[in-house]
């Protein structure tokens, strides 16, 4: 029987971080009362944007979601990482997702973030103007 070599441990990658903070986020949400809608939502060709999460609250507003993960405050923590560009291009994900959509429902933009083993919410973290 041959014995398991040993090597150096292997890290999970940046992508296998994302999508396990990703997943934190989206189980918070959901326990919250929100729904789903869509996941890594992106906008056709170079220069557009991504949505972290698309969900709906019980009340019908669709709520596109960024989820930001540090593991410390420095540098302004998670949330400091929500650029203007990154908000530019979060919104103009939403505006194609919205022109899919034969009518538009009542929207607002959430940032949830991950840091120091917390999960923080923030409703309306930035707006589309």
Not at 32 to 38: E, I, P
Not at 63 to 91: T, W
Request: charge should be positive; include cysteine; aromatic fraction near 6%.
């Amino acid at each position: 029987m041959e014995t398991p070599k040993s090597g150096p441990a292997t890290r999970p990658t940046t992508k296998a971080r994302g999508d396990a903070g990703e997943d934190r986020a989206l189980a918070h949400l959901l326990a919250a009362g929100l729904r789903l809608v869509s996941r890594n939502y992106r906008t056709p060709g170079r220069g557009g944007g991504e949505i972290d999460l698309i969900m709906r609250e019980p009340d019908g507003t669709l709520v596109f979601v960024e989820v930001r993960q540090r593991a410390s405050g420095s540098h302004g923590g998670a949330g400091a990482s929500i650029s203007h560009l990154k908000q530019r291009r979060i919104v103009f994900a939403a505006r194609h997702y919205l022109m899919r959509l034969g009518q538009e429902p009542p929207c607002r933009f959430d940032a949830v973030l991950l840091q120091a083993g917390q999960v923080q919410w923030l409703r309306a973290a930035f707006d589309a103007g």
